[in-house]
């Protein structure tokens, strides 16, 4: 047996000791939360890592970087390897993720809608107090990007709204009618693809903004795929290796620096890509 090896039996990818508090049955996501990084002290690590990213860029809730910080604190010299196969294994899911949108969404579109994080139906609540769930078409959604200082969306209902209900049926509804509107992130994520496109996949992969809702998005309205490919490969892999290089280089350390800070940091990243296609543009 090798040194190196010995190295790796001894080492295992440690982590912070989990609360030894139970979690209630109904705080899922919590528990959900627990199970994935219980995998940073297992063997099959790095397979999980590799099946969390690729999940996580269509359909699951819970984000890799949780288990690649795990991963990269326990082994710092392997932070690159871990960074590599968590940057790969999200573009491939990805990409995943736009095929579903392209082509099976007329026979998944309801299953996500109703299970999957970030794809519930829009609602329109009327003065008279009725509810009526729906998808509201983008067209009617007016959807501005602001940076306060986080990337974040302002969305304003354009009268009258086209909703098309679980039975397929389409009803337009006139602004004397309506009480509130609740849009949410599905018809909010078409509605910017109206106005950008690689800048809201860029600007996802590398922030807090739900992934899977952008992959699959762009596939259903149809974004270009040569763009969509190479805005998520540039920010996927910067922030994965942003993770897990802050933290394979120094460690527990710099990880409550990484937590508070990595809103900001998302945005200074986001500025300088969006910064740099548009010169690229230009230039062309």
């Not at 199970?35 to 984000?63: G, K, M, N, R, Y």
């Not at 970030?118 to 009725?130: L, Y």
Request: proline residues 5%; glycine residues 6%; charged residues 15%.
């Amino acid at each position: 047996m090798t040194n190196d090896e010995t190295i790796d039996n001894q080492s295992s990818y440690k982590r912070p000791a989990a609360s030894s508090e139970s979690v209630t049955w109904w705080h899922w996501h919590r528990r959900l939360y627990n199970w994935v990084i219980h995998w940073a002290d297992t063997p099959h690590a790095q397979a999980a890592l590799f099946l969390l990213a690729f999940s996580e860029s269509s359909f699951f809730p819970v984000p890799p970087d949780v288990l690649l910080a795990a991963m990269s604190l326990g082994i710092p010299r392997r932070w690159l390897r871990f960074a590599l196969l968590c940057s790969l294994a999200s573009v491939l899911g990805g990409c995943f993720g736009y095929i579903i949108g392209m082509f099976l969404w007329a026979g998944v579109g309801n299953l996500f809608h109703n299970y999957v994080p970030g794809f519930s139906r829009d609602m329109v609540v009327f003065t008279s107090g009725q509810q009526m769930q729906g998808l509201i078409d983008r067209k009617c959604v007016e959807a501005q990007l602001l940076f306060e200082p986080t990337p974040k969306v302002q969305k304003t209902p354009i009268y009258p709204i086209v909703l098309s209900t679980r039975d397929g049926q389409s009803q337009s509804i006139d602004e004397k009618m309506v009480k509130e509107v609740k849009i949410n992130p599905f018809t909010t994520v078409g509605a910017l693809y109206v106005k950008y496109d690689w800048e809201i996949v860029a600007i996802a992969g590398f922030t807090p903004i739900p992934y899977k809702v952008i992959t699959v998005t762009a596939g259903v309205f149809k974004i270009d795929f040569l763009v969509f490919f190479i805005a998520s490969a540039l920010s996927r892999s910067a922030r994965f290796f942003l993770v897990a290089g802050l933290l394979g280089w120094k460690g527990e350390k710099i990880r409550p620096f990484v937590e508070k800070y990595f809103n900001w940091l998302s945005l200074a990243f986001a500025v300088l890509l969006i910064g740099g296609f548009l010169v690229v543009k230009w230039l062309h």
